[in-house]
């Protein structure tokens, strides 16, 4: 491995080369640190930064950043979709699910004439409170995840969520991108053209392509 090259990688804010250790549902990734310059003598390492343990929570500000704009500009003739940018890389789907349709929940009737024990979710998500339906003038909401140079291209780097109850639903033409709505009572993901699709880019954009097949 060369420092250099490593180095390099940490700069540009690159994928870097990765050890990956599986067992039992954990999953543990090692990366490379560099510590020496060549011809610079070697020395000690005195210490390492960690920055802890915390959780990861992205379900207020998606419902925050989809309400706000939900009605700021009015009624509108066209549908209404918002997209917004989750700066956190290690958030999950299920929380950007949470934050539209609401928490989900494990539901246990008291009296079997009630029903059965099922999963249900909670009124509290930015299409689906209390009331039931709401925010129907917004359309879709547009979730991009870690939308940066290096993630550009990269299958599942954003999903198009439909409102099932909106008053302007997307048209099926505008859904060339992937995409998430409900059928039958169940969410569902479709695929669909990717950026680097729309704009020619090869894979590993944007990493020369020379570089990337490795030729030079």
């Known amino acids: 491995m060369d420092v250099n090259v490593v180095e390099q990688q940490i700069r540009d804010e690159r994928p870097r080369e990765e050890l990956r ?3 039992d549902g954990w999953t543990i990734i090692f990366k490379a640190i560099p510590r020496k310059h060549p011809g610079r003598p070697s020395g000690r ?3 390492m930064r960690g920055l802890g343990i915390r959780s990861v929570n992205i379900v207020d500000t998606v419902k925050a950043s989809a309400k706000s704009k939900a009605t700021r500009y009015g009624d509108i003739d066209l549908p209404h979709v918002v997209a917004i940018k989750i700066e956190e890389g290690f958030a999950d789907v299920t929380q950007e699910r949470d934050a539209l349709f609401g928490h989900l929940e494990f539901w246990i009737p008291r009296d079997a004439s009630l029903g059965e024990h099922r999963i249900v979710r909670r009124p509290d998500g930015v299409w689906y409170g209390p009331r039931g ?4 003038r917004l359309s879709g909401v ?3 995840r870690r939308f940066d140079p290096w993630h550009f291209v990269a299958r599942g780097s954003n999903l198009l969520y439909l409102n099932p109850w909106a ?6 033409s505008a859904l060339r991108f992937p995409h998430a709505l409900v059928e039958a009572d169940h969410l569902v993901e479709h695929e669909g053209e990717t950026f ?4 020619d880019l090869h894979a590993d954009w944007p990493t020369e392509a020379s ?4 030729t030079a």
Do not use: M, N, S, V
């Not at 339906?133 to 129907?136: I, K, L």
């Not at 008053?167 to 099926?172: A, G, Q, S, T």
């Not at 680097?196 to 704009?199: A, K, S, W």
């Open 45 to 47: 390492t005195i210490g």
């Open 211 to 214: 570089d990337a097949d490795g």
């Open 196 to 199: 680097g699709d729309l704009f």
């Open 133 to 136: 339906p709401q925010c129907t």
């Open 142 to 144: 547009w979730l991009f």
């Open 167 to 172: 008053l302007l639903p997307i048209p099926h």
């Open 21 to 23: 250790y599986e067992h």
